[in-house]
């Protein structure tokens, strides 16, 4: 059975940072290439970042970019996304997704059709 379980959301003040995690089962996830994609009530879901399968490239929007960090864990068959210096505007439902394809050498953050497995999402709110 194939899972993705994010965790690590909550209540942050403006400035402050949050790390969420996504937790593979079924799959080796460091085969696939991750991406994390955030969406806020009303907006269109939008990517924040991704990792290649060997974790070699990384990439970010402008919007976070500066601010988050992704990374992996292959023992552990977790992928985390750090968040810092977390704005308002950050706030959104965040998911983490399987690449379609293993993408050794890259990953991409432009649309959620890369993707096919999704995580339930954890909330993150920033607000004081």
């Known amino acids: 059975q194939l899972q993705l379980v994010e965790s690590g959301g909550g209540l942050v003040q403006p400035g402050g940072s949050l790390r969420l995690s996504c937790a593979a089962s079924?799959?080796?996830?460091?085969?696939?290439?991750i991406g994390w994609f955030r969406q806020a009530p009303g907006k269109e879901r939008e990517g924040v970042s991704c990792?290649?399968?060997?974790?070699?490239?990384?990439r970010y929007p402008d919007s976070v970019k500066g601010r988050f960090t992704i990374s992996r864990d292959n023992a552990k068959n977790t992928v985390y996304l750090q968040m810092n210096s977390l704005k308002p505007e950050d706030t959104a439902v965040y998911y983490c997704?399987?690449?379609?394809?293993?993408?050794?050498?890259?990953?991409?953050?432009?649309?959620?059709?890369?993707?096919?497995?999704w995580g339930q999402g954890t909330q993150v709110t920033v607000s004081s």
């Open positions: 997704a399987r690449d379609r394809t293993r993408r050794i050498l890259g990953c991409r953050f432009d649309g959620s059709n890369w993707y096919d497995y």
């Open positions: 079924g799959f080796t996830l460091d085969y696939y290439a």
């Open positions: 990792i290649s399968s060997n974790g070699g490239t990384t």
